[in-house]
């Protein structure tokens, strides 16, 4: 949201600026597309078919007839209680996953009270200190007839073995689990910054956590390989596919280093995506995707088994491409997103609320993002078929294109010398705020259009929204107050026994720490003594800060 | 309009993870003349205090994604205080709705940026306060 005390010098040039009267001929990704696309212009190729190898038209020979997508909206705020409350209004209004938004201690491995964490408790997401926690953000959920996905990285084995923990203790068989962690650390370190322990541990624990799922929890995602950070700050599609690609494929060969069988664990493998303004360009990036990523299982890794090669995603539809300048124009933004992913064959879609891109959204913001994704499901008509733009000149020729441009993105990051070299070293952090630098300026200098804020402005605009959301200002001091609780009434020598156990295990390379963190949990040992144990044993992340 | 000379600290207090503003700016500022130094993710207020009174910046940008901004901006604040150094402009960008902007003056902000605006419109509003 902008200061509007006073109009701004860039207010009035954007004003004046004159109004764009034709379209832009390239894509964000830089893609010149020609006027006209002709028949002569495509790969001659063998007609494909959905449900088949390559999976270019889509994983499901049925589309979404068999299945419609999985509307998963994200939210969690404050205190458990007030989570478990918004949850329960979501589910009534016809959600069909639940998505669970963390605070900022969660994520980065700090109880509530400690002083670097005390400001963030409660902010951006729930705070999920401990088991105690847990029971009462799915208090009433039914967890085995609901799949629940959380944003969760740095801790996300730690949080994946209080989900196992809940479900003990409300007596679902760990089998019956259903959701994602998203324990895609590799972006952490690029873009998205709640990165604990140095690379090479971290991806020790999240092999740990998919091989532990392929047995515990085998229809409960243990990864989404993200590319949405990296887009959202600052790169294109095709950047965004290639990054997301080159990480995935550098899971698959920590996995394969500890022995796993890459026929099976390849099948838990699950993506993630921002979905963007340019409709075509989005919804060619999928259908690239699927495309690409079977063809590198199958001819670097031999693998046979479909169901491996699927590829498996997840979509937001907003962030950055979301404005704060006229944000009830954010709600077509978001129906034109939404159309796109369903195009490209999304298995999961958020749409995010128009006033996200400033607050966490409000009850009636929220309803109308879910009622979105209802409206083009249910009345628009464009889910009927599978893959209804397939065959088009244009989409055929540009999922081509770009299928090469991605190719290029990760040949480059092989040729620097891997993704955990290219982390390490801050390259890919340099590249991607360089990116982000250049898209600041075309927005600036008016090249990219963003209606209502560097084109088709007035002067006396009012870029307020009607509803503002609220958090309770005591939120933090009731964690806080739940925290102290919980740390005096639970059995010490337990937690003291299970972590010293955990403390052992991270000692050795080739333990499975998934059981000894459940342990952990059912002690009710607290996030921030789990990650301060591993801590112990691991060191920390060092951020090379490169500009 | 140049900040030639200038020193600027560019910090991330808290533990918010959105960098990019944080780097944008930093790459404009050295594109308009400054010394900029960045700390990195996750520093307290206390260590960026600390590290502009080592690095005899002239100003310090905070950047805030996370909605804490009125805690984190005080407690800056307080710091500086308490090193001498309360001459040092502070600023602040990041998520930060229209109706804190009073209160975070008056703790001591001399000038709130958002994603929207320019980079110009920022470079512009740090040469008036560092050249005043």
């Given at each position: 949201m902008t200061d509007n005390s006073a109009p701004r010098k860039d207010d009035a040039e954007a004003a004046r600026r004159e109004p764009p009267t034709k379209p832009s001929t390239a894509t964000p990704s830089g893609i010149e597309v020609p006027p006209v696309v002709t028949p002569d212009m495509v790969a001659d190729r063998e007609p494909e078919m959905p449900g088949?190898?390559?999976?270019?038209?889509?994983?499901?020979p049925d589309g979404f007839r068999g299945r419609l997508w999985t509307i998963r909206q994200y939210s969690g705020f404050g205190t458990a209680e007030e989570s478990n409350e918004r949850y329960r209004f979501l589910l009534d209004q016809g959600q069909t996953g639940l998505s669970v938004a963390l605070d900022l201690p969660t994520q980065c491995g700090y109880d509530p009270v400690d002083p670097i964490a005390k400001s963030e408790v409660g902010k951006v997401g729930v705070s999920l200190s401990s088991?105690?926690?847990?029971?009462?953000?799915?208090?009433?959920?039914?967890?085995?007839?609901?799949?629940?996905?959380?944003?969760?990285?740095?801790?996300?084995?730690?949080?994946?073995?209080?989900?196992?923990?809940?479900?003990?203790k409300k007596?679902?068989?760990?089998?019956?689990?259903?959701?994602?962690?998203?324990?895609?650390?590799?972006?952490?370190?690029?873009?998205?910054?709640?990165?604990?322990?140095?690379?090479?541990p971290s991806m020790r624990l999240i092999a740990d956590t998919i091989l532990f799922s392929y047995d515990q929890t085998p229809r409960f995602n243990a990864i989404s390989i993200a590319g949405a950070h990296v887009r959202d700050a600052g790169c294109t599609a095709v950047e965004e596919m290639g990054y997301t690609l080159a990480n995935g494929l550098a899971y698959i060969d920590e996995l394969i280093r500890r022995g796993g069988d890459v026929e099976k664990f390849a099948r838990r493998l699950s993506f993630f995506f921002y979905v963007h303004m340019d409709f075509f360009e989005e919804v060619c990036k999928f259908r690239a995707g699927r495309r690409l990523w079977a063809k590198l299982l199958t001819e670097r890794y031999g693998v046979k088994d479909p169901k491996a090669l699927m590829f498996r995603f997840g979509v937001v539809c907003g962030g950055s491409s979301l404005v704060g300048a006229q944000p009830y124009n954010n709600v077509v933004r978001v129906g034109i997103e939404n159309m796109a992913a369903v195009m490209g064959g999304a298995q999961s879609i958020f749409t995010a609320a128009f006033d996200e891109a400033y607050q966490i959204p409000t009850e009636h913001s929220a309803e109308i993002a879910v009622r979105t994704q209802q409206i083009v499901a249910h009345e628009s008509g464009i889910a009927r078929t599978v893959d209804p733009l397939g065959g088009s000149h244009y989409v055929e020729w540009l999922t081509d294109r770009m299928e090469d441009e991605v190719m290029k993105v990760i040949d480059e990051i092989e040729a620097y010398g891997g993704v955990t070299k290219a982390v390490e070293d801050g390259w890919l952090q340099m590249k991607i705020a360089q990116r982000a630098s250049e898209r600041k300026h075309k927005i600036d200098s008016g090249e990219t259009v963003v209606v209502g804020q560097n084109h088709f402005r007035r002067d006396d605009q009012n870029d307020g929204v009607a509803e503002l959301f609220k958090l309770d200002p005591q939120a933090s001091a009731r964690v806080i107050g739940k925290f102290e609780k919980v740390r005096d009434s639970r059995d010490n020598d337990a937690v003291t026994a299970s972590l010293s156990a955990l403390e052992a295990a991270a000692a050795k390379d080739d333990e499975n720490l998934m059981p000894y963190l459940i342990d952990c949990c059912h002690a009710y040992a607290t996030v921030g003594e789990m990650v301060a144990t591993l801590k112990s044993q691991w060191g920390e992340f060092e951020e090379p800060v490169r500009l | 309009m140049s900040l030639n000379g200038k020193r600027i600290l560019i910090a991330k207090p808290g533990l918010d993870?959105?960098?990019?503003?944080?780097?944008?700016?930093?790459?404009?500022?050295?594109?308009?003349?400054?010394?900029?130094?960045?700390?990195?993710?996750?520093?307290?207020?206390?260590?960026?205090?600390?590290?502009?009174?080592?690095?005899?910046?002239?100003?310090?940008?905070?950047?805030?994604?996370?909605?804490s901004h009125k805690e984190l901006v005080e407690e800056t604040v307080r710091c500086l205080n308490e090193l001498d150094a309360g001459d040092i402009r502070l600023f602040v960008g990041g998520t930060i709705p229209a109706e804190d902007h009073d209160e975070l003056r008056d703790a001591g902000a001399r000038g709130i940026f958002t994603a929207e605006m320019t980079i110009n419109d920022v470079v512009a509003a740090l040469d008036a306060e560092l050249s005043a």
């Open positions: 088949e190898y390559p999976f270019t038209r889509g994983i499901f088991l105690a926690e847990a029971e009462i953000l799915f208090d009433g959920i039914d967890l085995g007839g609901i799949s629940t996905s959380f944003t969760i990285n740095g801790t996300a084995s730690i949080i994946y073995a209080m989900y196992c923990a809940v479900a003990d007596g679902v068989p760990r089998e019956k689990l259903t959701g994602t962690i998203q324990n895609d650390i590799l972006k952490e370190y690029v873009a998205r910054g709640t990165w604990i322990f140095p690379v090479r | 993870g959105h960098d990019v503003g944080a780097k944008i700016i930093a790459l404009a500022l050295r594109d308009a003349g400054a010394d900029v130094i960045y700390t990195g993710l996750r520093r307290t207020p206390d260590y960026i205090a600390r590290v502009a009174v080592d690095e005899d910046v002239d100003a310090v940008g905070l950047s805030i994604l996370s909605g």
